[in-house]
């Protein structure tokens, strides 16, 4: 059975940006702060090290009672029992992805423009990722989503949207009217020197 999701803020590890010693505790520290979803991403380790940190991090996770994506690997995520996998578009395409992770896992896809925010609710995306909304260090590359795109891409799909890129505390409140349901956050938490009450604070503004 899919479990349910409070998308509101969504953390995505980052170890070249962390504060803390470990991913284990830059994730528990942000849990602390009220994250509702986590999103473990490695990119540069070997499968073995990606499989073993990712059932440290679910014991966290369930710990708090909050979901655990696994970014790009299926495999991963079906092996360490996560809730669901993140592909981006040079991942594996959606429609795989949701073939090997079943109906009852979820499947989040990045998209950058309307018609890639289609696709992936035509192939089975449970979310997507909107981004880069602003200006990023974590993916120099990414082509920037106006905030009329983003209203745009809310009101043609039905399924929840999350906006990445560059939200932090300054730039979460230019979303607070664009209907979404939540902001993925990198650095404006795992990058400050008390990542518990950085994901607080950024949880306050945007419930409040």
Known sequence: MKVNVDYSLYLCTDRTLMTSATIEESVKAALEGGVTLVQLREKNCSGRAFYELGLRVKKITDAYGVPLIINDRADIALAVGAAGVHVGQSD??????????????????????????????????????????????????????????????????????VAIGGVNRQTLPLLKDTGIDGVAVVSAIVSQPDEKRAAEELLRIWKA
């Open 92 to 161: 594996l395409p959606c429609k795989a992805a949701r073939a090997l992770m079943g109906k009852d896992k979820i499947v989040g896809v990045s998209v950058r423009c309307l018609q890639e925010a289609l696709q992936a609710e035509r192939e089975g995306a449970d979310y997507i990722g909107v981004g880069a909304v602003f200006a990023t260090r974590t993916k120099d590359d990414a082509a920037q989503v106006t905030a009329e795109e983003l209203r745009g891409i809310r009101k043609a799909v039905r399924i929840p949207v």
